[in-house]
């Protein structure tokens, strides 16, 4: 699954990078020279009966604009916070969902799996990655997946048919139920299963 993105950046982190970046040779010597100037029209405008109030106003204009960031800023802090906690509750519905989910390319070499995935492979997840399914399908279940790859491939939305697994450590296979669609991230294939529904002796090859 995709990494779980660093939490929110604090305010005060965002003020010393900020400081850090002003103090920049180049950045200081540009931030200066537009301080005093816009303090420099400021104070001109302050000085004379007849622009006070147009310096009080742009002084007010200054305020808002500054009070509209901060705002905006708590704002975008808020939605981040939101969107890490909707991206942790899919990851977990993808983890944890009673149906197994696999991710594979053309050739059926495992890209994602989720638990109930590995479950049903009867493998330990973390020894599954880059590994080909066909190694867990019978002749027959990898023949009738490959033919599912074309038909949606060809335009076919979901494809669903039964195929039989492999259990490695003893040697007998089992029927699931499967679903193959496009991958929408990516061109690989999205395949889903349910849990065995008859068992028998592996044919000896």
């Known amino acids: 699954m995709a990494k779980i993105p660093p939490g929110p950046i604090r305010r005060d982190d965002l ?17 200066l020279a537009d301080s005093s100037a816009a303090l420099g029209v400021l104070y001109q405008l302050a000085s004379s009966p ?16 500054q009070v509209e960031v901060e705002l905006q800023d708590e704002e975008l802090r808020r939605t981040r916070v939101e969107l890490e906690a909707s991206l942790n509750r899919h990851v977990q519905l993808y983890d944890y969902a009673p149906v197994g989910y696999l991710t594979v390319d053309c050739d059926a070499v495992l890209h994602e799996l989720n638990r109930m995935g590995a479950t049903l492979l009867g493998v330990e997840r973390d020894f599954l990655r880059g590994r080909s399914l066909e190694a867990f399908l019978t002749p027959e279940g990898l023949s009738t997946l490959r033919a599912m790859f074309v038909r949606v491939t060809a ?6 048919a039964d195929l039989h697994l492999r259990t490695a450590h003893n040697g007998q296979t089992h029927c699931i139920h499967a679903s193959v669609c496009l991958d929408p991230a990516g061109e690989r294939f999205l395949i889903g299963m349910i849990g065995a529904t008859e068992t028998k002796s592996a044919p000896v090859a």
């Open 15 to 31: 003020r010393s990078r900020a400081v850090a970046h002003l103090k920049k040779p180049e950045t200081q010597t540009q931030a």
């Open 50 to 65: 007849l622009t006070a109030p147009d310096a009080l106003a742009l002084l007010h204009e200054l305020q808002v604009h």
């Open 155 to 160: 335009g076919a939305p979901t494809e669903f």
